[in-house]
């Protein structure tokens, strides 16, 4: 028995060379049968001349992978012949397959502070930050600069203030 190769998801045409001898010439049909367990499959063939073609099409979705039996048969009139038997080993086409994998990041959040040193004076009040000296405005510019939504150096220094305080926290 030859072995042959085929693939389950992609159709196959196999092709045979048929003589049929005799006194008186005849009706001929063939056929492919594919033996699975508890299951044959019969396939058509299409002659012409001494040639019969059969197309066995993607079975995937009813066969497993594996080797099955397969037997050419030949009916002429009313008689019928096995001329040919043969194994036929399925696979699966070989596919690859690539997909770009993207990484995300959490974006880290880096936070720091400086110290900055306080002096009251009587109307205003210096704030040193980072060694530079910065006038507080009076309550009254206070006042007119929330009205006109100006960032003073005082809303910048409290600011900076909590900001120092919720490091110390996470430390």
Same mark, same amino acid.
């Given at each position: 028995?030859?072995?042959? @190769?085929?693939?389950?998801?992609?159709?196959?045409?196999?092709?045979? &060379?048929? &003589?049929?001898?005799?006194?008186?010439?005849?009706?001929?049909?063939?056929?492919?049968?594919?033996?699975?367990?508890?299951?044959?499959?019969?396939?058509?063939?299409?002659?012409?001349?001494?040639?019969?073609?059969?197309?066995?099409?993607?079975?995937?979705?009813?066969?497993?992978?594996?080797? !099955?039996?397969?037997?050419?048969?030949?009916?002429?009139?009313?008689?019928?012949?096995?001329?040919?038997?043969?194994?036929?080993?399925?696979?699966?086409?070989?596919? %690859?397959?690539?997909?770009?994998?993207?990484?995300?990041?959490?974006?880290?959040?880096?936070?720091?502070?400086?110290? %900055?040193?306080?002096?009251?004076? &009587?109307?205003?009040?210096?704030?040193?930050?980072?060694?530079?000296?910065? @006038?507080?405005?009076?309550? &009254?510019?206070?006042?007119?600069?929330?009205?006109?939504? %100006? %960032?003073?150096?005082?809303?910048? !220094?409290?600011?900076?203030?909590?900001?120092?305080?919720?490091?110390?926290?996470?430390?």
């Amino acid at each position: 028995m030859s072995m042959i @190769n085929l693939m389950i998801d992609e159709e196959n045409e196999l092709t045979f &060379q048929v &003589q049929i001898e005799g006194t008186r010439p005849g009706n001929s049909k063939c056929r492919l049968m594919l033996e699975s367990k508890g299951m044959s499959f019969a396939f058509e063939g299409n002659s012409s001349g001494d040639e019969v073609s059969v197309v066995l099409p993607p079975l995937d979705h009813v066969l497993k992978e594996g080797i !099955y039996d397969m037997t050419l048969e030949v009916v002429v009139d009313d008689r019928f012949f096995e001329p040919l038997k043969l194994q036929g080993e399925f696979e699966k086409r070989l596919k %690859v397959t690539a997909e770009a994998v993207t990484v995300k990041v959490k974006p880290r959040v880096k936070t720091s502070a400086s110290l %900055v040193e306080v002096k009251k004076k &009587q109307n205003h009040t210096k704030v040193r930050a980072n060694n530079r000296s910065i @006038n507080k405005p009076s309550k &009254q510019a206070i006042k007119e600069n929330k009205r006109k939504n %100006v %960032v003073t150096d005082q809303d910048i !220094y409290n600011i900076i203030k909590k900001l120092s305080r919720s490091n110390k926290k996470w430390s």
